[in-house]
C-alpha cells in the first residue's frame, strides 16, 4: 500500500498544507524546527489515531485553534480507501470512505505503518520491558490471537502475585489455589514464548542479511533472552514446573513471581556480542532500522501487502557509505518517507529518484523556490 496524498490543516504548526506522495521515496528535508517531523507525524496520527510521541491528543492541535483535520488518500493496489481524523480538544472523528467509524480497531487495521524515530534508540540502550513492550505491540499487530494470550497471561500473573502478596501480610497461602493457578499459568506463558520465539525466528530470517547489506557487517542476529534452557531436550512447560518450584520459598518471601515471560527479554547480537553494551550509537541505530526493516517483510509474508515506512531523522550518527546503503536498501520494498536537515549529503542519484518535499516554518516550498 502506499499514501497517495495527504491534506492537513491547523496540525501543529501547520495551517493547510496538501501533498503528494511518490509511491517510493520521499524525503521530507528543512531546517530545525520547521515541521518535518510534524509530518511525519500526521501520516502517524491518520493511520494510527494517535500520536507516536505524545500521548496527548491536544498538543497536536494548532495553537489558538479548536479542531485539527487529516484527511489522505491510501492506494492498495488498484482500490483507493479515503481516510479522515479530526481531532477537537474532547473528540475524535473516525472517517472510512466519507462513513464514520465508531470503533478505533475497525480503522486502525486499514493503514499499515512501520516508524523509526530516534527515542526507538530506547529499544537497545533502555531496560527489557521497552523490549518486552516492543514485541508485544508487533506480534498482536501480526497476530490476532496474540493480545488475548498476552491478557489472559497479565491477569493469572496478577492473581498470582497478589496470592504471594497475601502470604507475606497474613502468613497464609492456599496452596490448591496456587496449583490450579500454576496449571493455566504454564499453559499461557509456554503459548506466549511460542508465539514470541516463532516471531524471533522469522525476524532472524532476514534480519542478517538486511543488516550486512545496510551495514557491510555480518553475523547478526537478534536472541531470545529467558532463563529457561532453549537447547534443553526438556520441553519448556516442564522446566517452568521445575523453576516454579525451585523459587517457590523466594516467590513466598518477596511476593512476586520470578519466572515466565514478562522476565524475558530480546538481545541485539553482532557476532555474539550484545550491541546494548558493545555496540556504537551508529549500529544501534542500524541494528534497530535493520529490525523495522525485517518487519516489512514478516508484513508482507502475513499481510499479504507492504506497510509505509516512516522514518525520521535516520541519517544523523550514520556516515555517507551507510546512508546510502540504507537509501538504496528501502527504495525496493516499500513505500517510504524520510525527514533530514541535510539534503546535501544524500546521493545525487538517490535524490534524482526521490521526491523532494522542502518544509519552511511549516509551509511547502515549491520547486522553483528551492
Ligand atoms: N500544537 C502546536 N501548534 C503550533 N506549533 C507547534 C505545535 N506543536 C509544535 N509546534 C511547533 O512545531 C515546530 C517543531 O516542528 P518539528 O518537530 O516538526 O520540527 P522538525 O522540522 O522535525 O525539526 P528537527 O529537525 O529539529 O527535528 C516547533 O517550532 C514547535 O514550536
Ligand atoms: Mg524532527
Do not use: W
Given at each position: 500500500?502506499?499514501?497517495?496524498?495527504?491534506?492537513?490543516?491547523?496540525?501543529?504548526?501547520?495551517?493547510?498544507?496538501?501533498?503528494?506522495?511518490?509511491?517510493?521515496?520521499?524525503i521530507?528535508?528543512?531546517?530545525?524546527?520547521?515541521?518535518?517531523?510534524?509530518?511525519?507525524?500526521?501520516?502517524?496520527?491518520?493511520?494510527?489515531?494517535?500520536?507516536?510521541?505524545?500521548?496527548?491528543?491536544?498538543?497536536?492541535?494548532?495553537?489558538?485553534?479548536?479542531?485539527?483535520?487529516?484527511?489522505?488518500?491510501?492506494?492498495i493496489?488498484?482500490?483507493?480507501?479515503?481516510?479522515?481524523?479530526?481531532?477537537?480538544?474532547?473528540?475524535?472523528?473516525?472517517?472510512?470512505n466519507?462513513?464514520?467509524?465508531?470503533?478505533?480497531?475497525?480503522?486502525?487495521?486499514?493503514?499499515?505503518?512501520?516508524?523509526?524515530?530516534?527515542?526507538?534508540?530506547?529499544?537497545?540502550?533502555?531496560?527489557?520491558?521497552?523490549?518486552?513492550?516492543?514485541?508485544?505491540?508487533?506480534?498482536?499487530?501480526?497476530?490476532?490471537?496474540?493480545?488475548?494470550?498476552?491478557?489472559?497471561?497479565?491477569?493469572?500473573?496478577?492473581?498470582?502475585?497478589?496470592?504471594?502478596?497475601?502470604?507475606?501480610?497474613?502468613?497464609?497461602?492456599?496452596?490448591?489455589?496456587?496449583?490450579?493457578?500454576?496449571?493455566y499459568?504454564?499453559?499461557?506463558?509456554?503459548?506466549?514464548?511460542?508465539?514470541r520465539?516463532?516471531?524471533?525466528?522469522?525476524?532472524?530470517?532476514?534480519?542478517?542479511?538486511?543488516f550486512?547489506?545496510?551495514?557491510?557487517?555480518?553475523?547478526?542476529?537478534?536472541?531470545y533472552?529467558?532463563?529457561?534452557?532453549?537447547?534443553?531436550?526438556?520441553?519448556?512447560?516442564?522446566?517452568?514446573?521445575?523453576?516454579?518450584?525451585?523459587?517457590?520459598?523466594?516467590?513466598?518471601?518477596?511476593g512476586?513471581?520470578?519466572?515466565?515471560?514478562h522476565?524475558?527479554?530480546?538481545?541485539?547480537?553482532l557476532?555474539?556480542?550484545?550491541?546494548?553494551?558493545?555496540?556504537?550509537?551508529?549500529?544501534?541505530?542500524?541494528?534497530?532500522?535493520?529490525?523495522?526493516?525485517?518487519?516489512?517483510?514478516?508484513?508482507?509474508?502475513?499481510?499479504?501487502?507492504?506497510?509505509?515506512?516512516?522514518?525520521?531523522?535516520?541519517?544523523?550518527?550514520?556516515?555517507?557509505?551507510k546512508?546510502?546503503?540504507?537509501?538504496?536498501?528501502?527504495?525496493?520494498?516499500?513505500?517510504?518517507?524520510?525527514?533530514?536537515?541535510?539534503?546535501?549529503?544524500?546521493?545525487?542519484?538517490?535524490?534524482?529518484?526521490?521526491?523532494?518535499?522542502?518544509?519552511?516554518?511549516?509551509?511547502?516550498?515549491?520547486?522553483?523556490?528551492?
Amino acid at each position: 500500500m502506499y499514501l497517495k496524498n495527504i491534506y492537513i490543516s491547523n496540525f501543529r504548526n501547520y495551517d493547510v498544507l496538501n501533498l503528494t506522495f511518490s509511491p517510493s521515496i520521499n524525503i521530507i528535508y528543512g531546517n530545525n524546527a520547521q515541521g518535518k517531523t510534524n509530518l511525519l507525524e500526521a501520516i502517524y496520527v491518520l493511520g494510527m489515531t494517535k500520536s507516536h510521541r505524545s500521548s496527548i491528543d491536544n498538543t497536536l492541535i494548532k495553537m489558538n485553534e479548536k479542531v485539527s483535520y487529516i484527511k489522505g488518500v491510501l492506494m492498495i493496489e488498484e482500490d483507493q480507501k479515503q481516510l479522515e481524523i479530526g481531532l477537537s480538544k474532547s473528540k475524535k472523528l473516525l472517517k472510512l470512505n466519507q462513513s464514520e467509524i465508531k470503533k478505533i480497531s475497525d480503522y486502525i487495521s486499514h493503514m499499515n505503518i512501520i516508524i523509526f524515530y530516534p527515542e526507538d534508540l530506547d529499544l537497545i540502550k533502555g531496560g527489557p520491558s521497552i523490549r518486552r513492550r516492543y514485541i508485544n505491540v508487533e506480534l498482536s499487530q501480526l497476530y490476532s490471537t496474540y493480545l488475548d494470550v498476552l491478557n489472559d497471561y497479565n491477569k493469572l500473573l496478577k492473581m498470582r502475585n497478589d496470592c504471594l502478596k497475601q502470604n507475606i501480610k497474613t502468613g497464609y497461602i492456599d496452596d490448591s489455589y496456587i496449583q490450579i493457578l500454576d496449571q493455566y499459568f504454564i499453559e499461557k506463558a509456554s503459548l506466549l514464548y511460542q508465539m514470541r520465539k516463532k516471531f524471533i525466528d522469522k525476524i532472524n530470517h532476514y534480519i542478517t542479511e538486511i543488516f550486512k547489506d545496510i551495514s557491510g557487517l555480518d553475523n547478526f542476529i537478534l536472541n531470545y533472552h529467558t532463563n529457561i534452557d532453549l537447547n534443553s531436550d526438556i520441553s519448556y512447560k516442564d522446566q517452568l514446573v521445575t523453576k516454579l518450584s525451585k523459587h517457590k520459598e523466594v516467590e513466598r518471601k518477596i511476593g512476586s513471581t520470578m519466572v515466565g515471560p514478562h522476565k524475558d527479554d530480546i538481545q541485539f547480537l553482532l557476532d555474539g556480542k550484545d550491541l546494548k553494551f558493545y555496540g556504537s550509537q551508529g549500529q544501534q541505530r542500524l541494528a534497530v532500522l535493520a529490525l523495522k526493516l525485517a518487519e516489512i517483510k514478516l508484513f508482507q509474508d502475513y499481510k499479504k501487502d507492504t506497510p509505509i515506512l516512516l522514518l525520521d531523522d535516520v541519517f544523523s550518527e550514520l556516515d555517507f557509505i551507510k546512508r546510502n546503503n540504507l537509501l538504496k536498501h528501502i527504495g525496493k520494498n516499500a513505500q517510504t518517507i524520510i525527514t533530514t536537515t541535510e539534503l546535501e549529503l544524500l546521493d545525487h542519484n538517490l535524490i534524482n529518484k526521490s521526491n523532494l518535499i522542502h518544509i519552511h516554518d511549516g509551509k511547502l516550498i515549491s520547486k522553483s523556490e528551492v
